[in-house]
Nanobody
Framework: VQLQAFGGGSVQTGDSLRLSCEVS????????VAWFRQAPGKEREGVAS????????YYAESLNGRFRISTDNTKKQVYLQMNNLSLEDTAVYYC????????????????WGQGTVVTVSS
C-alpha cells in the first residue's frame, strides 16, 4: 500500500486549502485513512479520519469544525478541506492508512505517505 499526499502550499490566515491523499496498491477491504500533522517543534497529532466503506468521519476537537475530510472511492483519494486557516495550522500534513473501521486517531496506522507542507502566514 502506498499513500501520496499533495496539495500543500503557502497561504494567508483565513484562507482555505484542500489536501489530497492518493491511495494505491493492495488495500484491505475495509480501511481507514487519516490525516495527521506535525508542527515545528511539536509532536504529531491526529486531525481527521474516514473509513472507506460508509464514509464515516472523525475529527480532532481542536479543529472547531474548520476542516472536513472526504473520500472518492472510485479514485481512491481522500481529501482534507481546510477552511479559515490560522498560524497554528502550519505543519507538515501526512496521510496514513490502517485496516479495519475504527476511526480512532490514537491507534497505530500501518502505512504513511511522505507529507505535504502547509505554511500559513499573516
Amino acid at each position: 500500500v502506498q499513500l501520496q499526499a499533495f496539495g500543500g502550499g503557502s497561504v494567508q490566515t483565513g484562507d482555505s486549502l484542500r489536501l489530497s491523499c492518493e491511495v494505491s496498491g493492495a488495500t484491505p477491504d475495509w480501511y481507514v485513512v487519516a490525516w495527521f500533522r506535525q508542527a515545528p517543534g511539536k509532536e504529531r497529532e491526529g486531525v481527521a479520519s474516514i473509513d472507506n466503506d460508509y464514509g464515516l468521519d472523525y475529527y480532532a476537537e481542536s479543529l472547531n469544525g474548520r476542516f472536513r475530510i472526504s473520500t472518492d472511492n472510485t479514485k481512491k483519494q481522500v481529501y482534507l478541506q481546510m477552511n479559515n486557516l490560522s498560524l497554528e495550522d502550519t505543519a507538515v500534513y501526512y496521510c496514513a492508512l490502517k485496516s479495519g473501521a475504527y476511526l480512532s486517531l490514537r491507534t497505530p496506522y500501518t502505512y504513511w505517505g511522505q507529507g505535504t507542507v502547509v505554511t500559513v502566514s499573516s
